[in-house]
């Protein structure tokens, strides 16, 4: 059975898209989460990974045979390869083309949120929230680009998910979502509802619930609090 090299559910951003995409669409895999213990090229964490891939990076996608793909898109354009009949970028071939337009720019942007506002499920941040809106513009504007661009596929595809079925889309989203909860980002009702109806989906609550029992505090993941509550 094909296996899936994680990081901590309730940090791991890049690990929650392919595990999410696994599970919500009943893709049989092997979870191997390493814990995160630095990101030190002698780490346990990077030794364990290193011996996957040549990056030393979560997550990872290895076959039974061994063969390993590593980036969160190679992940996902592998199992859409592998698993047609699933319709991981959908069925419409102008539809699947925005939704790897819209991949891409998450991949590689939105990094004003990324750092501001790291992914932390077990926590509840609304006051580092209301700081990093007030004090950073990059922030303002990747939440507006995120509220723009939800509510117009929203709109253009009727719901519940992004482009009407579950896909690759929500996935690579999923941990978007997490920050925005953790940090009371305030979003207008309609993404707000898309919000609850991901949160709900079984491939994302089992996610949630997982991090949620790490129970785990790493100090280089929360430099804005001493301690867990």
């Known amino acids: 059975m094909r296996k899936l090299y994680i990081g901590n559910k309730n940090y791991s951003s890049w690990s ?14 092997e979870e191997v989460m390493v814990r995160f213990d630095s990101f030190d090229a002698g780490s346990a964490f990077k030794q364990a990974v290193a011996a996957q891939n040549p990056v030393g990076k979560v997550p990872v996608l290895v076959e039974d045979d061994g063969f390993a793909v590593w980036d969160t898109l190679a992940i996902a354009e592998t199992l859409a390869e592998q698993f047609p009949e699933k319709q991981l970028w ?14 891409a720019e998450m991949h590689s942007g939105f990094g004003a949120l990324r750092s501001a506002c790291p992914m ?20 303002r504007a ?8 939800w509510s ?3 709109a253009q595809h009727g719901g519940p998910m992004l482009f009407g079925q579950f896909s ?31 949160c709900a989906l079984p491939g994302v609550k089992a996610w949630i619930d997982g991090a949620l029992a790490e129970k785990d505090f790493l100090d280089f993941e929360e430099p804005y609090r001493l301690a867990r509550d």
């Open 16 to 29: 929650m898209r392919p595990w999410v995409l696994l599970t919500q669409a009943g893709i049989p895999f």
């Open 152 to 154: 117009e596929l929203l």
């Open 120 to 139: 932390n499920i077990e926590a509840s941040l609304p006051a580092i929230g209301a700081l990093a809106l007030r004090d950073k513009p990059g922030v």
């Open 90 to 103: 959908g069925a419409d071939p102008r539809a699947r083309a925005r939704a790897r337009s819209i991949c």
């Open 168 to 198: 690759i889309v929500d996935a690579y989203f999923a941990p978007v979502v997490m920050r925005i909860r953790t940090y009371a980002l305030p979003v207008p009702a309609p993404v707000a509802a898309y919000i609850e109806r991901l």
């Open 142 to 149: 990747d939440l507006a680009r995120l509220v723009s661009m």
